[in-house]
C-alpha cells in the first residue's frame, strides 16, 4: 500500500517538473529569457506565487498567467490522483484498524 501511494507521489513530482521545464524552455525560445531565469521565472509562475525580479514584455505578457492557469490545473489533477488513490487503498483494506496498521 505504501509504495502505491509513494509512486503515485512520485509521479505527480516528475509531472509538475516536466511541465515547468516545457514552460521554461517555451520561454527561452521565444522570450529570449537565459535558461537560470526562464527557469525560475517558469517555477514561480506555475506555482502561483509570481516572480517580481521579471515581467515578460508586451507580446508575451499573456504567457505568466496561462502558465498559472496550468500549474493551478496540474495541482488539481495531481490532488485528484492522490486522493483516488488513497480511496483505492482504504476500499481495498477490509477494516480501518488494518489500514492504520503499518507492518
Excluded: Q
Amino acid at each position: 500500500m505504501a509504495t502505491l501511494v509513494g509512486f503515485v507521489g512520485i509521479l505527480s513530482m516528475i509531472s509538475s517538473m516536466l511541465v515547468i521545464y516545457l514552460w521554461s524552455m517555451i520561454l527561452w525560445s521565444y522570450c529570449d529569457i537565459n535558461p537560470n531565469e526562464s527557469t525560475y521565472f517558469s517555477a514561480t509562475s506555475f506555482t502561483s506565487l509570481g516572480s517580481p525580479h521579471r515581467t515578460l514584455l508586451a507580446p508575451w505578457r499573456l504567457l505568466e498567467p496561462l502558465e498559472t492557469g496550468t500549474g493551478m490545473l496540474c495541482t488539481g489533477i495531481d490532488t485528484a490522483m492522490i486522493l483516488t488513490t488513497f480511496s483505492k487503498v482504504y476500499k481495498n483494506t477490509r477494516t480501518v484498524n488494518s489500514f492504520m496498521d503499518r507492518d
